[in-house]
């Protein structure tokens, strides 16, 4: 009697399974037309609707979305501009756009894949920073890969660890950059090598985002005030020449420096706060009229270990880019990737 009971209620449980799981499926009719969907969702505001494979623009489906319950699920795969979206999807590349994509048309995107963890929209048609800057400052959950437009002609890539304006200052057509153009530098917090040299920079904020930079070359600029090169504990390599700098003491922090330029800071009356930069092995301070010839020889006698250079003829000159860390970092530059000096460069 208890096997029978038993073998009865299984029947029977089974039976509940089967026709609970008919009445779930009858629960959602096959839905094709964007109308359908809509009146369906309207009239039973479901929390789950799957809606297998559908050919419905992006837009279509956030319409869909924001008529259902604010906490809903909502399943789809759909093809849209050749590509392939699922809302399962953790990855969204939209570099193959035939156009330039919103920043309201992205914010719609990520509330219909509510995985997506990297979006990249470097394509052709890539958004401008009016667009973004909101979007990114929303999600700091996600990964953007996008261009940054610093002014007329200077642009990079977000996930860029090594940028050079290359600016030429023989080209009188040169498009300088302001400390004002530099503030979205922010938005490439992996940069480790900057060039920004011949430009029209200022004010220094802009590195507190990058503690981490190892090369910088500020070259040329009207800047008066380095107190911000003091927390850049990480710099390797430092052009300054040619700037409007007196007080060179924050540098005394920067211990891991192989080589510093500081020609034609002719501003600059002392270099005994330098004491202590026990790494450096390359000095350039031609045309630093400030100095007296007996401060330029006990600066010599503190760095016997560092070839200084007070007599070079030029900035640039006797010697300085004939080296191998140049090389190495124009490599980088031209690359757009930083790779520490101690690290060799990739085959050719």
Not at 121 to 135: A, D, F, H, L, Q
Not at 201 to 212: A, E, G, M
Request: with cysteine.
């Amino acid at each position: 009697m208890i096997g029978t009971a038993k073998r009865i209620g299984a029947t029977l449980f089974a039976l509940w399974l089967t026709c609970a799981g008919m009445t779930a499926f009858a629960e959602q009719p096959v839905l094709t037309s964007l109308s359908e969907i809509l009146a369906y969702v309207d009239e039973n505001q479901p929390m789950e609707l799957d809606l297998g494979s559908v050919r419905l623009r992006p837009g279509d489906l956030y319409t869909i979305r924001q008529h259902m319950p604010e906490k809903a699920i909502l399943h789809f795969t759909t093809r849209w501009q050749e590509m392939t979206i699922s809302d399962t999807d953790s990855e969204l590349d939209l570099r193959s756009l035939p156009y330039r994509i919103t920043g309201s048309e992205l914010e719609q995107l990520i509330v219909l894949l509510p995985n997506v963890r990297k979006i990249d929209v470097t394509g052709r048609y890539y958004p401008s920073n009016k667009e973004m800057i909101p979007v990114v400052d929303s999600h700091p959950e996600i990964e953007f890969v996008w261009i940054i437009r610093l002014n007329t002609g200077h642009a990079l890539c977000s996930t860029d660890t090594a940028y050079s304006s290359f600016n030429d200052p023989t080209n009188q057509s040169l498009v300088r950059m302001t400390s004002k153009d530099l503030e979205v530098l922010r938005y490439a917090p992996g940069l480790k090598a900057l060039d920004l040299g011949h430009n029209s920079i200022t004010d220094l904020d802009f590195l507190q985002y990058f503690p981490d930079l190892e090369l910088l070359i500020l070259g040329e600029n009207p800047i008066e005030d380095i107190e911000i090169l003091g927390t850049l504990t990480h710099l390797k390599y430092l052009e300054l020449f040619s700037v409007q700098i007196s007080d060179v003491s924050p540098l005394a922090n920067c211990t891991e420096l192989l080589d510093l330029n500081l020609s034609y800071c002719k501003k600059v009356t002392d270099l005994s706060v330098l004491s202590g930069l026990n790494a450096m092995e390359r000095f350039w301070g031609a045309h630093m009229d400030g100095l007296s010839e007996d401060q330029k020889e006990q600066f010599i006698l503190s760095y016997p270990q560092t070839d200084v250079k007070f007599n070079a003829i030029h900035a640039t000159s006797d010697g300085w880019r004939e080296h191998e860390r140049y090389d190495h970092y124009i490599w980088c530059l031209k690359n757009h990737t930083w790779i520490s000096f101690d690290q060799p460069l990739p085959a050719d």
